[in-house]
């Protein structure tokens, strides 16, 4: 089943590890980054549990990303949406790599408000 609008839509829940970085860009535009960890459990065939922690960064713009500033601080739980992009860039030693983000269009509190 096909959903209009949806071919590139990501939801996750997780927690921030670190303080929003949030800056005004020349142009006058918001923007704040921050990751947010997801964690997944399993059995491995011992029994035992084992954690599997995946880290994904995420980009606001405009007033979404003040909102996000004002709002979200290390730690908190939240449900975020948007969509994954690749950027490609040349490191220090000229091999070029693609780094996956997630363009914030919407989030959620999950944790209680202090």
Do not use: C
């Amino acid at each position: 089943m096909a959903f209009a609008g949806t071919r590139n839509k990501i939801q996750l829940i997780g927690h921030l590890g670190k303080d929003v970085e949030f800056k005004t860009l020349k142009s006058g535009i918001a923007i704040a980054k921050f990751s947010v960890a997801t964690t997944d459990y399993y059995r491995n065939s011992k029994g035992e549990k084992i954690s599997n922690t995946q880290w994904h960064s995420i980009v606001a713009f405009g007033k979404l990303a003040e909102l996000v500033d004002r709002l979200l601080k290390k730690g908190t739980k939240v449900l975020i949406q948007g969509k994954l992009v690749y950027n490609r860039y040349e490191d220090k030693n000229g091999i070029s790599r693609n780094v996956a983000s997630i363009i914030l269009s919407e989030f959620e509190l999950l944790s209680p408000k202090k």
